[in-house]
């Protein structure tokens, strides 16, 4: 058991009811879920409007926890820190970093959100980065999923990450990425990587376009118009 709330934040993952479950073995009765708002700003919102407690964990809708992740243990934020990110580890290229992890996060601190394309990145105070993982980020459900996180990930980590990443270090995740091989739909996340650097060359002097990967509706578009006819023939 713990102090805070939990609260899944889904909008069409196809585990998100699964995986909602395995948080409730984990964390206990004080689960919450919000489901299917968009855009994603207005969703990171309104979770601060839906828990009962100041602080409290947000887990995204494809984020499956680690049954044995220490819960009780996990102390406050201290004053200053807006959120603290645990790591997530990414099942089809072995990256272990702050996509898709957990997080421990103020509801004051989303309720003062600046603008940013990822969204979290304009919480007001600092952020604090866990050396370890708390789970796997799931998104690897269907090839429509699977392209979605790596054209999101891979245009904002070639656009410059808004937490600070150095450059080299951006580059090296954008190749492992595009190298995915292993997993279910490895091969859509490879695609959907190339396609998002494209997509960042192409509107780095358009912040309008560039925050059009917070559309879900512009997203599947995008997938459709590429791939489509090809996930039909299979």
């Not at 879920?33 to 409007?49: D, I, K, S």
């Not at 270090?169 to 990425?177: E, G, H, T």
Request: charged share 20%; with cysteine.
């Amino acid at each position: 058991m713990t102090g805070f709330d939990v609260i899944q934040l889904s909008y069409d993952e196809p585990l998100a009811d699964v995986l909602y479950s395995r948080l409730t073995r984990v964390f206990g009765a004080r689960v919450k879920r919000l489901h299917g708002v968009a855009p994603m700003r207005r969703a990171y919102r309104l979770t601060a409007e839906v828990t009962d407690t100041s602080q409290f964990f947000l887990a995204d809708g494809d984020f499956a926890i680690d049954r044995e992740f220490p819960a009780a243990a996990v102390q406050p934020l201290a004053e200053g820190v807006s959120m603290r990110v645990w790591r997530a580890v990414n099942p089809i290229n072995g990256l272990s970093y702050g996509y898709g992890g957990l997080k421990l996060i103020r509801g004051d601190a989303l309720r003062q959100l600046g603008a940013a394309v990822d969204v979290l990145a304009a919480l007001p105070g600092r952020v604090e980065f866990v050396d370890t993982a708390a789970g796997v980020t799931r998104f690897n459900q269907s090839s429509y999923h699977a392209w979605r996180a790596g054209f999101r990930e891979c245009a904002m980590l070639a656009r410059g990450s808004e937490y600070g990443m150095d450059d080299a270090l951006a580059q090296q995740r954008i190749a492992a990425w595009r190298a995915s091989r292993t997993g279910e739909f490895a091969s859509y996340a490879a695609l959907g990587s190339r396609d998002g650097v494209a997509f960042a060359r192409d509107a780095a002097r358009d912040a309008g376009q560039f925050a059009a990967l917070n559309d879900p509706g512009w997203l599947h578009e995008q997938f459709s118009s590429r791939y489509g006819e090809q996930v039909i023939a299979g």
